[in-house]
């Protein structure tokens, strides 16, 4: 028989250290942990959220439907401080601001708070993964419709296209429908020139200009909500010669520094 394989050897090293004890009101089990998943949730106040479980997204191939038709349940349990490892406790769904609705929580809508680490334990008596999300939450700034730490960013380049689309807002439009979207830059509403285009969840730029740079929010009506999503577009301009720079502060600066030192 071939030794085992270093790699398996890691491999067994990390799950082990991975399975940690979940306590379960008397019952100590072990559970596969999955520490805390990379995508973080950053709402603004007053805002719906749909937190997802991710186990279903990208840690085991079942979806929750065929989790539930095998006989594995669905718990959420939520520490307050944002530190994997802080102490967690049962969520108990009472009211109707929080909902545990299939294979995720909704928040209609979420608080401050709720701003905290959540892990979903999916088990039965032999078998139980754990994973935690973390959920942000933030006023806007003042007199402004953004949180300025909760922007998304994206770069253009001057004269070419760009399209800003309107970020993780799926669980927020009907399927089969076209999403009622409206886009401001700096919060106010705004006339796009002729050469800008608002696409189903983007707005599309033909030729990108120097003062398109600047914070665009897209406003997605969901039911009796609105949901935000705030992108900061940089311009960069194409020099000859293959040089870049960030226009955000200032391309013509760029151009008298380097003109000045002939
Ligand atoms: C779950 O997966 C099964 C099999 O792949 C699929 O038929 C079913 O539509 C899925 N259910 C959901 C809610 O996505
Ligand atoms: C628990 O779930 C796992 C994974 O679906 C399954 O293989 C196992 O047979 C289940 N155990 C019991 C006791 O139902
Ligand atoms: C800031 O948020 C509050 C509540 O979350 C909202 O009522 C208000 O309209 C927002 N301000 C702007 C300028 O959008
Ligand atoms: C974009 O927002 C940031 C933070 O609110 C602000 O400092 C910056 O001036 C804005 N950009 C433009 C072009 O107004």
Known sequence: MRPPSP??????????????????RGSVDLCTDWSVDYLKYR????????????????????????????????????????????????????????????????????????????????RNSTYCMKVSMSLHVAENDTDLCYNSDMRHMEKAELSKSKDITCPDIEDYIEPGKDPHIIWFKECR??????????????????????????????????????VHRTTELTVTGKMEGGMKRCTSLGYHFFFLQRFSAF
């Not at 009211?95 to 979903?120: H, N, T």
């Open 43 to 122: 709402v603004l106040q007053g805002e719906p959220v749909r937190l997802k479980c991710a186990l279903f997204y990208g840690y085991i191939r079942a979806n929750y439907s065929q989790a539930q038709s095998v006989g594995l349940s669905l718990m959420w349990y939520r520490s307050t401080g944002l530190g994997h490892g802080d102490f967690e406790e049962p969520i108990s769904f009472n009211g109707v601001r929080m909902s545990k609705e299939e294979d995720a929580i909704w928040f209609r809508p979420a608080d401050l708070q709720d701003v905290g680490l959540y892990s979903c334990v999916l």
């Open 7 to 24: 790699l398996l050897i890691l491999l067994y090293v990390t799950l082990s250290r991975a399975m940690k004890t979940v306590s379960k």
């Open 189 to 226: 509403p705004k006339q796009w020139r002729a050469s800008i285009l608002q696409r189903r969840d983007s707005l599309s730029i033909r030729e990108v200009k120097e003062d398109d740079i600047g914070n665009y929010t897209c406003e997605v009506t969901f039911g009796a909500f609105v």
